[in-house]
């Protein structure tokens, strides 16, 4: 027993000295080029003076944690392009992405379009503090503000785009055709209320039409963001609608009026169902235009659905050339402004301009602003896609060499404690 | 498939709405003849405090006795009004100092504000015909039936030029409720039914 | 001197030594109380609520004082304790001076001699002086400092402590400003409001106020002190409209070191605008409307039409005001006449004044046979009153109008009334009350019932209910029916009598086979059918106006006369003064990180306007505002109220392929 011990000693004791004459020629190895700097993103900015200061990496590795400023992103770009080696991780940066437009409306809205990952949490901002938040859906999501907005940014954690109004955009007149009727003089008031210079041309009688504006020379889209036909009987010249479309010009028309043969070119869809309208209005239904009759859409194979009550599409647009047309199954919307609930007539009026706005034609002027809108692809787009933790490889290295020296403690401390223990020097 | 122009005669608690019942009939007969409009070729008389009212744009009012309306009727007429509704208010009696004028109108003004003289150059006389001089004359102000009084205007809740409320001292109720195949003594030159289609368009128009 | 006459000397010493430390420490302890309290205002503004507290508390902290060091010091009074106490700084006494004094302490004479004796030895003098001179200086030099304390204190900061009252802030001294040698005279300010008097309402005043509400009409005046520093002509105080316009110069009276000025609380929202050289400060006047007289109708209950014009008919009015009313009225308007010709009468028929009472009733009766009433008379009565508001008002209130008529038979030509309806469907309604009581008696008692008999009872209400609901139907019958003409449509009341009558019907089926709980379920939903329709009844015993249609294809496009159709008018584009609102509140927001003075200035201008334009915010923004006059973060509720004015953003976690839907 006593020999065994002994020998384990030794084995210790030589184990020992192998592990001291290993690190000692590791130590004498010529050393590989030093590695990255690794820097997070809180740490950045110092890092970043540093670098163009006093020291001069060879090579530098961001570990992106949270939003990087756009100026820190430009700033390690240019010192990539002046020779050092610039690469980054990230594996929880959501390739956020957002565009700021401004509605074609005189009251001045904006739609903000946001891409995400699905299940992300995006909240709006603006200078003054948080507008909104939804949960993002297959591609992103969409905000639309009834008032103007300048610049915003979407959060979601740590992480921001953001986005300023790129253009500022000036319109024409839309013209509303029809017959005399609750509807045609409720779209029309709505879309004056809104601030929309109307022109107008009702039917009403054989003995005479109700106009409004000067007379109808040329359907021209740079007088005209957009037509609404809402009954084909004071249509004059079908051909001057097609062409005033092909030509850029926005259209939106029910399906009472699309159904007139010489509009064909500018189908969304046929007629499908008719649904009869709820009576009396139901204005505790969350959505107030459940109430409304409407002939359902068969869409075209170019168009798309807009609006659907539950299987039946109830409006639909599409694309013709330069222009753009919807197609509105909904009857009597009047009925939803003066027999809904509470805030009905301010609703009917934004629904209207919304529709409006999703066809006008209007001019755009740019505007000065600078904007982080996707940060994740300007950051590939200026310092390539994201490598691995260069830090790893370093740590590895470390990790080893501490394993040898607690080898070496180990052994030495096993041999000193069983010498003593059977009372060897 | 949409909703035709529906005469809706308002129904309120107090007084005598239903004084003048053959008057959606003759004013859709008056309409029929001169517009394409779609028309309900029945009128209907509807609760003013109830939701139902908000489904007609267009309210007729009448009667001689005294009007004040419940707290409801108020809060439902000044929505309606407010909404896009066209109100019109005529006077049974034809009477400047009858109890339906004075309580209709301490009613309206309470509602609305100030009603105010309608200038008889205003765009509901050329609606759909001509009336140069202002609302035409009824045969109660020529035949000296009524107070001998002829109301040369109009009066309104104006909001700008745009009316909103229409009260009428003419007693049109009168003239308008007659059958329709009644050989009418038309001591004027113009039909005065044809300012009902003034009324009715303006009111679409507006 | 024996040892019992020394004893009780020092025992008269100490307590008068205790008695005067007592006193001493207990007027430095009030004092100091007073002194912290001083200096807690001075550093901070204490509410008024916290220094009306000083005065009691300092002289609790005094009393309490006094009765510990008397509690501490009761044994002195013991002469025992005395000697002992003497003993202890004596030592060479030896426990003669506490053994002499023992009433049973020396067994002889010569024994009490040796101890009188052996106490005489010892000199007794001044072994009190140290202890007593070292508790009364130790007091004192508490209750000198205190006193010196209390006199370095501004006076006007003492006597907010020691006669707190409302509007004392002028009284703080003002702060330090090294660079200014003519403070902000604009802070603080203190604005007394004395309501009407017609109010009856106690004065009071508020300090620095960003908003001040009262009843129109209320003296609003305002405060301020550092007139004497000069200066005058760059103090100055506006009045404005808050929804702009042009401000109005107010005079600024000047009473030693004091300005102040005053004025009367508008009916609409203002601003009052005041200045100090470069100095600014906005202060809201929100306008405490003074609410009309509310009137309840409690009799005549309901509208109705009255078979003949006789009996008695009550009429009682209950009145209330927010602030207290004048007088009332009950007026009957009497309309008798028919085809062109109406005449209509007004009566008072009940009279009454108030001394400002804030609840009252008016009570009349009005006896039909002596009126002289005929056929197709209408009745319209209402009850009016005023309240004692002399500034804007008086406010009138009036409540609803009943209309009572008296049945006219001629009306059946073009009107259905069926006055008597109104009767049936009262007693309709107590039946089927009744009937119900009776199925609920019968479900409790089941458990005690046989079960033929049970059955045997649920039957018979079958057949009382089947009996009620022929009733019903003969209603529904005498409404949808005219006489000599026939059935001429359904009314809305005769659909909802169907209604109720199919209920009764169901129920009348259950009750026969024995399911009084699902029958129960179906009897009610009668009686509540039944009740509506008596709420409605003013309209259904008017019964039906019958419409004949107009043949529009037969007449379409017939006219003859010559038409000019007119052009249409344009609208003018809506007013939206929430959005203008939202506007300027996004603009003073943004303000915030850079100018909180012009940021808090304007947000109470956008207060001011949301007063008249948006009242739904304005409770918000005001919180807001004095948050940041407490120095607290404003912003969220900022944001709360401009949520509010948004009114909507959409948010959908999608994106359109089409761009630009709505």
């Known amino acids: 027993m006593g020999r065994v011990r002994v020998w384990l000693e030794r084995c210790a004791h030589l184990l020992g000295i192998a592990i001291i004459a290993w690190l000692l020629a590791d130590s004498l190895r010529p050393r590989p080029a030093a ?160 601030g929309w210079e109307v022109d107008a041309r009702l039917a009403l009688s054989p003995k005479g039409d109700v106009v409004q504006g000067g007379p109808l020379e040329e359907l021209d889209p740079a007088r005209y963001s957009a037509v609404i036909v809402l009954d084909s009987a004071a249509l004059v010249g079908p051909g001057r609608l097609v062409r005033y479309v092909r030509e850029g010009g926005g259209l939106v028309i029910t399906a009472r009026a699309a159904s007139a043969a010489a509009l064909a070119p500018l189908r969304v869809g046929r007629a499908g169902r008719v649904v009869a309208p709820v009576e009396p209005f139901d204005t505790s239904a969350a959505d107030p235009r459940r109430s409304l009759g409407f ?131 | ?71 409801r009727e108020r809060a439902n007429l000044k929505e309606y009004v407010r909404r896009g509704g066209f109100l019109f208010v005529d006077d049974h009696n034809h ?99 044809k300012i009902a289609v003034n009324i009715v368009v303006y009111a679409l128009t507006r | 001197m024996t040892a019992l006459a020394r004893v ?20 430095a302890i009030g004092t100091g109380v007073l002194v912290l309290a001083s200096a807690a205002d001075l550093l901070v503004p204490l509410p008024l609520a916290a220094r009306r507290l000083v005065l009691p508390v300092a002289v609790a902290a005094t009393a309490a004082s006094l009765l510990v060091a008397g509690w501490r010091g009761r044994h002195a009074r013991s002469l025992g304790r005395v000697a002992l106490y003497l003993e202890e700084r004596l030592p060479q006494l030896r426990f003669a001076l506490a053994t002499a004094i023992e009433p049973a302490g020396a067994p002889s004479d010569a024994a009490r001699q040796a101890l009188e004796r052996a106490v005489a030895r010892v000199d007794a003098r001044g072994a009190l002086r140290p202890p007593v001179a070292r508790a009364i200086t130790v007091r004192a030099a508490a209750l000198a400092a205190a006193l010196v304390a209390l006199a370095a204190v501004p006076a006007g900061t003492l006597e907010r402590i020691l006669d707190p009252r409302p509007g004392d802030v002028l009284l703080r001294p003002a702060p330090a400003a090294a660079d200014a040698p003519v403070p902000n005279r604009l802070v603080p300010i203190a604005v007394h409001v004395e309501p009407p008097r017609y109010a009856g309402r106690e004065p009071f005043v508020l300090e620095d106020p960003a908003t001040v509400a009262a009843l129109p009409g209320s003296r609003v005046e305002v405060r301020g002190r550092g007139a004497s520093r000069g200066m005058m002509d760059s103090l100055s105080a506006s009045i404005a409209a808050a929804d702009g316009g042009q401000g109005r110069d107010l005079a600024l009276r000047v009473d030693g070191d004091a300005w102040s000025f005053a004025i009367v609380m508008p009916a609409e929202p203002a601003i009052l605008r005041l200045k100090d050289r470069a100095y600014d400060r906005l202060v809201v006047l929100e306008p405490i409307p003074d609410e009309p007289p509310v009137l309840t109708l409690l009799a005549p209950i309901r509208d109705s039409t009255l078979a003949e014009p006789k009996g008695k008919l009550d009429i ?14 009950l007026e009957l308007l009497y309309t008798s006449g028919g085809g062109e010709r109406f005449e209509t009468k007004r009566m008072i028929v009940g009279r009454a004044s108030f001394r400002g009472t804030r609840e009252a009733r008016l009570r009349a009766a009005v006896l039909l046979d002596t009126m002289d009433l005929r056929p197709g008379d209408v009745l319209h009565i209402r009850a009016v009153a005023w309240d004692r508001n002399d500034v804007t008002g008086p406010g009138k209130g009036e409540s609803e109008t009943r209309t009572i008529r008296i049945r006219d038979p001629r009306d059946l030509r073009d009107v259905n009334i069926t006055a008597a309806a109104v009767a049936a469907i009262d007693t309709s309604i107590l039946s089927q009350r009744m009937l119900i009581m009776r199925a609920e008696t019968l479900l409790v008692q089941k458990p005690q019932l046989e079960p033929e008999d049970y059955t045997r009872r649920s039957v018979r209400l079958s057949a009382q209910q089947g009996a009620l609901r022929r009733r019903v139907l003969s209603i529904v019958y005498e409404l949808e029916n005219v006489e000599g003409v026939g059935f001429v449509g359904h009314t809305p009341s005769s659909l909802v009598l169907r209604e109720a009558a199919d209920e009764m019907g169901t129920a009348e089926t259950e009750l026969s086979i024995a399911q009084v709980p699902i029958a129960l379920v179906h009897m009610r939903k009668a009686l509540a059918l039944l009740e509506k329709i008596r709420d409605a009844n003013r309209y259904w015993i008017r019964g039906l106006l019958t419409t004949t249609p107009v043949e529009i294809e037969r007449v379409r496009l017939t006219g003859r006369d010559r038409a000019n159709v007119g052009p249409r008018d344009p609208r003018e584009r809506a007013e939206d003064a929430r959005r203008e609102l939202l506007r300027r509140l996004n603009r003073a927001m943004a303000l915030l990180g850079s100018d909180a003075g012009a940021a808090r200035d304007s947000l109470q201008l956008v207060f001011a306007a949301s007063l008249t334009q948006a009242l739904d915010v304005s409770e918000t923004l005001g919180q807001a505002i004095e948050a940041m006059q407490r120095g607290e973060d404003a912003r969220p509720g900022l944001i709360a109220a401009r949520r509010r004015l948004e009114r909507r953003v959409d948010g959908e976690g999608a994106l359109s392929s089409w761009f630009g839907s709505p």
């Not at chain 1, 890092?47 to 590795?61: D, K, M, N, Q």
């Not at chain 2, 009260?167 to 009418?184: A, F, G």
Request: with cysteine; net charge negative.
């Open chain 3, 8 to 27: 009780r000397r020092a025992r008269i010493v100490l307590l008068c030594a205790i008695a005067a430390s007592a006193v001493l420490g207990a007027a």
């Open chain 2, 1 to 71: 498939m949409s909703k035709p122009f529906t005469f809706a005669t308002g129904i309120y608690a107090s007084g005598d709405w239903e004084s003048a019942s053959l008057v959606p009939q003759n004013v859709i007969d008056v309409l029929a003849k001169y517009t394409s409009l779609e028309l309900n070729p029945e009128g209907v008389n509807v609760r003013i405090d109830s939701q139902e009212l908000f489904e007609y744009p267009f309210l007729f009012i009448t009667g001689h006795l005294p009007v004040f309306f419940t707290p």
């Open chain 1, 295 to 425: 002939t359902s859409i068969v869409p075209a194979e170019d168009a798309v659905p807009l609006e659907l009550r539950g299987e039946l599409v109830a409006v639909a647009a599409r694309r013709v050339d330069r222009g753009r047309v919807v197609l509105v199954g909904y009857d009597d919307t009047w009925r939803w402004r003066m027999a809904g609930g509470a805030g009905a007539v301010e609703a009917h009026r934004a629904w209207w301009a919304a529709l409006v706005a999703s066809v006008a034609r209007v001019d755009h002027a740019p505007l000065p602003g600078i904007a982080d809108e996707a940060p994740l692809a300007t950051m590939v787009q200026l310092l390539g896609s994201p490598s691995s933790r260069p830090a790893e490889a370093a740590a590895a290295g470390r990790l080893s060499r501490g394993w040898a020296f607690a080898a070496l403690a180990a052994a030495l401390l096993l041999q000193w404690l069983s010498r003593r223990l059977r009372g060897a020097p």
């Open chain 2, 95 to 193: 009477d400047i100092d009858g109890v339906f004028h004075k309580t209709m109108t301490e009613e309206l003004e309470k509602l609305f504000g100030k009603l105010e003289k309608i200038p008889n150059d205003h765009r509901l006389y050329s609606a759909f015909f001509e009336f140069p001089d202002g609302p035409p004359t009824t045969s109660h102000e020529l035949n000296g039936w009524g107070d001998n009084l002829v109301h040369d205007y109009l009066m309104g809740i104006m909001e700008g030029d745009r009316i909103d409320v229409l009260y009428s001292n003419k007693d049109y109720s009168s003239e308008w409720h007659v059958k329709l195949t009644e050989n009418r003594d038309r001591r004027q030159v113009e039909d005065p039914a």
């Open chain 3, 316 to 329: 009682d009015a209950q009145i209330r005001d927010d602030i207290g009313l004048a007088r009332a009225e």
């Open chain 1, 35 to 194: 590695g990255p700097e690794v820097v997070g993103t809180g740490g950045l900015a110092a890092e970043l003076r540093r670098w163009s200061t006093v020291a001069a990496p060879g090579e530098v590795h961001l570990t992106v944690d949270s939003a990087v400023s756009p100026a820190h992103r430009e700033w390690l770009a240019a010192l990539a392009a002046a020779g050092t080696g610039v690469s980054w991780d990230g594996d929880s940066v959501p390739p956020l992405a957002v565009a700021l437009d401004p509605v074609p409306d005189p009251a001045g809205g904006t739609r903000i379009w946001a891409t995400a990952p699905p299940g992300t949490m995006l909240v709006l901002e603006d200078d003054v503090g948080a507008i909104d938040s939804v949960a993002a859906g297959g591609t992103g999501a969409r905000f639309s503000t009834g008032f103007p907005l300048r610049a915003v940014r979407v959060r979601s954690g740590a992480f921001v785009a953001e986005s300023v109004l790129r253009d500022s955009i000036s319109f024409g007149r839309v013209l509303v055709v029809g017959r005399v009727g609750w509807e045609s003089g409720m779209v029309t008031a709505a879309l004056e209320e809104r």
